[in-house]
Structures are given as C-alpha cells and as structure tokens.
C-alpha cells in the first residue's frame, strides 16, 4: 500500500511555470514506476508524463513533450512535475499515480493520489 499526496497547484498566467510534488508514504518508493495524468472538466483523464523506477526513462504526452519535465527523488520519496510556457488548455487536476509494474501511458496504475488543480488562465 503506498498513499501520494499531490502539492504545488494554483492559478498561474499563461506562458508561466508551475511545479507540481508527489510525496509518497512507502520507504520503498523507488520499487514504484510513478506517473501523471489530468483531467479537465467535461474530459477523461489523461496521460501527462511518466517516469520509471530509477528515473532513467521518461514517457510523455505529445501535448506536454519539451514543455513539462517528470523528475524523481528516490531519497525523498517525491516526483515532481515542472510545467513550463503553460497554456489554458493545461487546466485539469493533475493526479499523481503509482505501479510496481511499467504502466507508462497506460491508466491503469494501481495508486492514486487526491489531485491537485491547475487553472491557468489566458
């Protein structure tokens, strides 16, 4: 069992930066591939990035590719989310979401943590 609370989320203007933090409960946080999906309202949620368990290999949404960055502290049982040149149509809550198997883009992590709001506006 393994709880995420995401932090981080807020109003930011349009072309800003947001960083986004997951801190996991389990010492064992780096036995976890950890990833990140939004949801905005009126949509399904979606796939934002993924990073494996040592942090050597990343996924990304084609809608975030050279904008966000997925980064791990397996020290500090954290994962984190920097959003950069943000747009309005990146507001959602951002959910952070673990798996001991590599689920990369796929929904079906095993843990999820409550969401964070993203709004930004134009």
């Known amino acids: 069992q393994v709880q995420l609370v995401e932090s981080g989320g807020g109003l930011v203007q349009a072309g800003g930066s947001r960083r986004l933090s997951c801190a996991a409960s389990?010492?064992?946080?780096?036995?976890?591939?950890m990833g990140w999906f939004r949801q905005a309202p009126g949509k399904e949620r979606e796939f934002v990035a993924a990073?494996?368990?040592?942090?050597?290999?990343?996924y990304y949404a084609d809608s975030v590719k050279g904008r966000f960055t997925i980064s791990r502290d397996n020290v500090k049982n954290v994962v984190y989310l920097q959003m950069n040149s943000l747009k309005p149509e990146d507001t959602a809550v951002y959910y952070c979401?673990?798996?001991?198997?590599?689920?990369?883009?796929?929904?079906?992590?095993?843990?999820w943590g409550q969401g964070t709001q993203v709004t930004v506006s134009s």
């Open positions: 389990r010492r064992t946080f780096s036995a976890y591939h």
């Open positions: 990073i494996s368990r040592s942090g050597g290999t990343t």
């Open positions: 979401a673990a798996d001991e198997a590599d689920r990369a883009s796929r929904s079906n992590y095993h843990y």
